[in-house]
């Protein structure tokens, strides 16, 4: 399940964060998390639970906010949400379309108590 | 104890995404186009890049990297077409990450490469996930699968730069309804360019030649 890579990698980033500032620990971890980038919701919280145990952030809340799939369109400009994963304009029909949000996989913001 | 709030908005595979464009940079440095093949297991990656580097070869040169959990098998069949080709085995991962990719590349000879191809684990959910450096994405189905797959797994289909339908020889055994998987991929991903081919019989390969080469002569500026 790739979600343990996803966390496998999450964790040494805060580490190193919490490190760099001189932070006591970090107490909550905001993710956001594309509808598309291919990452399951409740795998990703399984995995932070299992992999966070043992390390410098275990006990930090993980919070996930998943992000919705949105494009503009190329041909008549318009910005819209993209729903049930069908990629037409739903103004002109086009398929010329320029991706603007669903597959973050982002560490968006932190909580950390100062040393 | 002071708590405070700290914005980050940093990607959590930002290593794999460094590693990505370290390969980025070497493929552009020794002139190679370098392409992605996903799939399910059994679509028929391997004998597609059997086919591919056995035609290819004798105009272009083709190196393969391939993924799987276990085993050569993979890389000694592609092997006997007589193109360099080097075996990942990735242990229990089901993707191919960046950093992978790039271990691999030591074993080949970039440098005399033109198209590299980079065959994945077969899995459709986990390696969209994964940049691992390629120009292109290839997303291979084969028409045993059904005709919904690019809507039963959307991600990795919304970023292909091309799907293949595979094994159309098999279409008057199986209830595949090509029309309807046609219109599917058009609403997944309309930007995507669709061949249908035979891996078996050879039907319908050489317009996927044809894109290939002129994929690299476009990226490189220059005719093979």
């Known amino acids: ?115 | 104890m002071t708590t405070k709030v700290i914005t980050i908005d940093t990607q959590i595979l930002e290593k794999n995404e460094i590693a990505a464009s370290e390969n980025r940079e070497l493929f552009k440095k020794h002139k190679v186009l370098a392409i992605n093949l996903l799939s399910s297991p059994g679509s028929g990656k391997t004998a597609l890049l059997v086919n591919t580097c056995t035609v290819l070869k004798e105009k272009i040169n083709v190196s393969v990297t391939v993924g799987d959990l276990q085993t050569e098998a993979d890389a000694l069949r592609i092997a006997r077409s007589g193109v360099p080709v080097v075996q990942i085995n990735t242990g229990t991962a089901c993707h191919l990450d960046a950093h992978m990719v790039q271990l691999s590349l030591k074993s080949l000879p970039l440098a005399q490469t033109d198209i590299l191809f980079i065959e994945n684990v077969g899995n459709l959910v986990c390696p969209a996930t994964f940049d691992v450096g390629e120009h292109l994405k290839v997303v291979l189905l084969s028409v045993a699968e059904g005709e919904e797959k690019p809507l039963k797994y959307p991600p990795i289909f919304q970023h292909a730069d091309c799907v293949c339908i595979n094994k159309t020889d098999l279409l008057p055994h199986v209830d595949f309804n090509l029309n309807q998987c046609r219109d599917n991929l058009q609403r997944i991903c309309p930007q995507a360019l669709v061949f249908e081919f035979s891996c078996k019989t050879g039907d319908g390969l050489s317009s996927w030649y044809n894109w290939l080469l002129n994929k690299w002569a476009a990226a490189y500026g220059e005719a093979c």
């Open chain 1, 1 to 115: 399940m790739h979600e343990f890579s996803i966390i496998q990698n999450l964790i040494p980033q805060i580490e190193e964060f919490l490190l760099k500032g001189n932070y006591k620990k970090v107490n909550k971890i905001l993710l956001e998390v594309g509808v598309m980038s291919g990452v399951i919701q409740d795998a990703l919280e399984f995995a932070y639970d299992i992999c966070s145990k043992g390390s410098t952030i275990e006990g930090a809340a993980l919070s996930i906010r998943m992000v919705p799939v949105s494009a503009s369109c190329e041909k008549c400009f318009i910005k819209f949400e993209v729903h049930d994963y069908s990629y037409l304009c739903p103004q002109c029909n086009g398929t010329d379309l320029k991706l603007l949000s669903g597959n973050e996989l982002t560490i968006k913001e932190i909580e950390v108590e100062e040393a």
